[in-house]
Protein backbone atom coordinates (compact mmCIF):
# COMPACT_ATOMS: atom_id res chain seq x y z
CA UNK A 1 0.00 0.00 0.00
CA UNK A 2 2.01 3.50 -1.53
CA UNK A 3 1.93 5.45 1.94
CA UNK A 4 3.36 9.18 2.23
CA UNK A 5 3.38 10.93 5.02
CA UNK A 6 4.35 14.57 5.90
CA UNK A 7 6.55 15.87 9.00
CA UNK A 8 7.66 19.24 9.96
CA UNK A 9 6.32 22.25 9.85
CA UNK A 10 5.25 24.88 12.32
CA UNK A 11 4.84 29.00 12.87
CA UNK A 12 7.48 31.04 12.13
CA UNK A 13 7.77 34.94 11.84
CA UNK A 14 8.23 36.47 8.26
CA UNK A 15 12.14 36.37 7.03
CA UNK A 16 12.59 33.43 8.84
CA UNK A 17 12.74 29.22 7.75
CA UNK A 18 11.39 25.94 8.31
CA UNK A 19 11.94 22.38 6.70
CA UNK A 20 9.48 19.84 5.76
CA UNK A 21 10.02 16.32 5.63
CA UNK A 22 7.78 13.36 3.71
CA UNK A 23 8.29 9.77 4.11
CA UNK A 24 7.11 7.64 1.14
CA UNK A 25 6.53 3.90 1.74
CA UNK A 26 4.67 0.57 -0.63
CA UNK A 27 6.43 1.62 -3.77
CA UNK A 28 9.28 2.19 -5.57
CA UNK A 29 10.23 5.96 -4.26
CA UNK A 30 13.30 6.19 -6.76
CA UNK A 31 11.47 5.60 -9.84
CA UNK A 32 8.81 8.45 -9.55
CA UNK A 33 8.25 12.37 -10.00
CA UNK A 34 7.63 13.38 -6.04
CA UNK A 35 6.22 17.34 -5.50
CA UNK A 36 4.88 19.53 -2.77
CA UNK A 37 1.67 21.15 -3.18
CA UNK A 38 0.37 23.95 -0.71
CA UNK A 39 -3.17 25.02 -0.36
CA UNK A 40 -4.70 28.26 0.64
CA UNK A 41 -8.26 29.67 1.35
CA UNK A 42 -7.32 32.10 -1.49
CA UNK A 43 -5.43 29.82 -4.45
CA UNK A 44 -6.36 26.37 -3.99
CA UNK A 45 -4.02 23.56 -4.01
CA UNK A 46 -0.73 25.01 -5.75
CA UNK A 47 2.00 22.73 -6.66
CA UNK A 48 5.21 24.32 -4.89
CA UNK A 49 7.72 22.56 -5.84
CA UNK A 50 8.67 19.39 -8.14
CA UNK A 51 11.49 16.75 -8.43
CA UNK A 52 12.01 14.15 -10.95
CA UNK A 53 13.37 10.93 -10.61
CA UNK A 54 17.09 11.95 -11.82
CA UNK A 55 16.53 15.03 -9.15
CA UNK A 56 15.95 17.82 -11.35
CA UNK A 57 13.73 20.11 -9.98
CA UNK A 58 11.34 22.64 -10.92
CA UNK A 59 9.24 25.49 -9.08
CA UNK A 60 5.99 28.06 -9.11
CA UNK A 61 7.83 31.45 -9.61
CA UNK A 62 6.68 32.85 -6.42
CA UNK A 63 9.04 30.71 -4.34
CA UNK A 64 12.56 30.30 -6.84
CA UNK A 65 15.35 31.39 -4.80
CA UNK A 66 13.84 30.93 -1.63
CA UNK A 67 12.54 26.99 -1.24
CA UNK A 68 14.30 23.68 -2.24
CA UNK A 69 13.24 19.93 -2.85
CA UNK A 70 14.99 17.39 -2.41
CA UNK A 71 14.97 13.65 -1.95
CA UNK A 72 16.67 10.77 -0.52
CA UNK A 73 16.10 7.80 -2.31
CA UNK A 74 17.68 5.34 -0.20
CA UNK A 75 15.99 6.84 2.77
CA UNK A 76 12.63 6.98 0.49
CA UNK A 77 12.62 10.41 1.81
CA UNK A 78 11.44 14.28 0.19
CA UNK A 79 12.63 17.57 2.02
CA UNK A 80 11.55 20.91 1.45
CA UNK A 81 13.68 23.50 3.01
CA UNK A 82 11.72 27.25 3.10
CA UNK A 83 13.91 30.22 3.56
CA UNK A 84 12.85 33.57 3.36
CA UNK A 85 9.39 33.02 4.18
CA UNK A 86 6.78 35.46 4.27
CA UNK A 87 3.28 35.66 5.17
CA UNK A 88 1.73 34.96 1.86
CA UNK A 89 3.26 31.29 2.01
CA UNK A 90 0.97 29.99 5.17
CA UNK A 91 -0.62 27.43 3.92
CA UNK A 92 -1.37 23.22 4.40
CA UNK A 93 1.48 21.94 2.98
CA UNK A 94 1.06 18.82 1.18
CA UNK A 95 3.48 15.58 -0.43
CA UNK A 96 2.25 14.20 -3.25
CA UNK A 97 3.51 11.45 -5.47
CA UNK A 98 2.93 10.78 -9.20
CA UNK A 99 3.43 6.97 -9.30
CA UNK A 100 3.71 6.14 -12.76
CA UNK A 101 5.55 8.87 -14.11
CA UNK A 102 9.63 9.56 -13.82
CA UNK A 103 9.48 12.93 -14.63
CA UNK A 104 6.99 16.12 -13.23
CA UNK A 105 5.27 16.64 -16.42
CA UNK A 106 2.04 18.06 -14.61
CA UNK A 107 1.59 20.56 -12.55
CA UNK A 108 -1.97 20.59 -11.42
CA UNK A 109 -2.74 18.26 -8.10
CA UNK A 110 -5.27 16.08 -10.33
CA UNK A 111 -2.63 14.27 -11.68
CA UNK A 112 -0.56 12.96 -8.92
CA UNK A 113 -2.49 10.03 -7.25
CA UNK A 114 -1.08 9.77 -3.87
CA UNK A 115 -1.23 12.35 -0.81
CA UNK A 116 -0.50 12.61 2.62
CA UNK A 117 -2.47 14.01 5.56
CA UNK A 118 -0.79 17.82 5.30
CA UNK A 119 1.08 20.39 7.39
CA UNK A 120 0.14 23.52 8.17
CA UNK A 121 2.93 26.41 7.75
CA UNK A 122 2.36 29.54 9.43
CA UNK A 123 4.23 32.89 8.89
CA UNK A 124 3.66 35.61 10.76
CA UNK A 125 4.51 39.45 9.53
Known amino acids: QVQVVESGGGSVQAGGSLGLSCAAS????????MAWFRQTPGKGREGVAF???????RYTDSVKGRFTISRDNAKKTLFLQMDSLKPEDTGLYYC???????????????????WGQGTQVTVSS
Open 96 to 114: AALVGRAVCEESSHWAYNF
Open 26 to 33: GYTYSRHC
Open 51 to 57: IDKDGST
